[in-house]
């Protein structure tokens, strides 16, 4: 069956040229920035298991978005902002559901392969506002130029790297014992 049919796409169909290039691009992805893709949703305050459904979520998209025939220069970036975008609606249910019903908890633990230091840093990040503490994490874990994070966020690559420039500063006000 065709990508491009509209019908759902079974795992063990070949021969579709459109849908092997998807899948090789969704499976290169996954394995190389998977990760970082997930502790992106998580650095924007997404719960694990909530975090996992948006960056499956985002990578079907992207799968979907290939076997239509979209125009995707980048795919990494496109899927970062996808995430990102999917991540901002995870948190507005999530603000809905709170009205509703209290949570209790935390939000899991960071991996333990990380140095001290580094999770200091990001303990850190993670009390930036939440544009700063994006961009930082987009810029310095997921190696993304300011105008993909600009793209990303749906906002310049001037103010990307104007937030980022903020968040350093109060970064390091932070770190060297400053409020």
Known sequence: MSCRSGQAVH????GDPTRDAAVAVV????????QVLFG????LGVRDDAAVDVVQEALLKLFGALCSGEPIQDAKSWTFHVAYRLAMDEHRRGA????VVP??????????????ERRQVWTQVDLLPERQRAVLYLRFRADLPFE????TMGITSSAARSHCTQALAALRRRLSGGS
């Open 40 to 43: 992106f949703v998580r650095r």
């Open 11 to 14: 795992a063990g169909t070949a």
């Open 96 to 99: 809905r559901a709170l009205r």
């Open 103 to 116: 949570t209790w908890g935390g939000q899991g633990d960071d991996d333990p392969a990380d140095s001290h």
């Open 148 to 151: 993909d994070i600009g793209a």
């Open 27 to 34: 499976a290169d992805l996954e394995q190389s920035h998977g």
